[in-house]
């Protein structure tokens, strides 16, 4: 698969979990926008074979090459941003995963349940729709999703991207992440409140916002059926650093809100 295909199956499965990314597109198509991906976002446990250092071998055979690395301690995650080198048109991607033993025991084991018997290494094609966990009980779901919304999301969705991103810099109508927020406002589309509707300022390099995550009907091992958060859509609007380049990298306080688009509501 290269990274063409890579990207095609990526969204194509996205838009069957995440609809309102589908229409949010055709809205800007009706426009008169060609929308260009920022970048992508994927999770993962760190589980040897499934774990960043996993991710960066895997990453690589598409042209993928790490870039910078952050940490969100109170989520308890570890990340790392990663660019094609040569072509400063191919999506960033952002790539995370939970620690599992920063979390209480009661939480860790249900982690451990959740992934056991989970063997091989992860796979381009695992990341555009994958669930190879075993279904978490609705209790288990719920408890872990309490300890970790990060580790509830990733025990019921497995892997996939939990997002794209509008880059905002492409935008022909639209000059500003605000501008995109009151056309999403006038079609009543959720957007993420944490911190505040934008996230970042020019000062910071990154300005970005995102919608709520969609929801989706999953039946648990114990038979419960419920809605849990799916995925979600960002839109991102960069600035030149001092050098006069264009910031490529992410700004941690903006990615620690972004990630409680998935929270349960």
């Known amino acids: 698969m290269n990274r063409t295909e890579f990207f095609v199956a990526l969204w194509n499965q996205y838009i069957q979990v995440t609809p309102q990314a589908d229409s949010i597109h055709a809205l800007f198509n009706e426009r008169g926008e060609d929308v260009i991906n920022d970048h992508v976002a994927f999770r993962t446990f760190d589980i040897k074979g499934f774990d960043l250092d996993r991710a960066t071998e895997l990453l690589a055979t598409i042209g993928y090459e790490a870039f910078d690395s952050y940490t969100f301690p109170d989520k308890h995650l570890r990340a790392k941003a990663y660019r094609v080198p040569d072509d400063s048109n191919a999506p960033k991607i952002f790539f995370s995963e939970l620690i599992r033993s920063e979390l209480g025991e009661e939480a860790q084991a249900i982690i451990n349940k959740v992934t056991r018997g989970l063997e091989g290494e992860l796979t381009l094609s695992d990341l555009t729709g994958r669930y190879p966990f075993h279904k978490p009980t609705f209790d288990e779901y719920q408890s872990l999703a309490n300890a970790s919304e990060y580790a509830g999301w990733l025990s019921t969705m497995g892997y996939q991207a939990n ?49 709520i995550a969609d929801q989706m009907t999953f039946e648990f091992s114990d038979g419960a059926v419920s809605d849990i958060p799916s995925c979600f859509y960002e839109f991102a609007h960069r600035f030149n650093e001092s050098n006069g380049q264009l910031f490529q990298g992410f700004v941690p306080n903006n990615a620690n809100a972004i990630f409680e688009s998935t929270d349960r509501r």
């Open 163 to 211: 997002h794209f991103t509008v880059n905002v810099n492409a935008l022909q109508t639209l000059e500003s992440v605000e501008e995109v927020i009151e056309l999403l406002l006038e079609h009543q589309y959720q957007l993420n409140e944490v911190g505040g509707r934008i996230k970042g300022t020019p000062a910071d390099l990154l300005v970005q916002a995102s919608t």
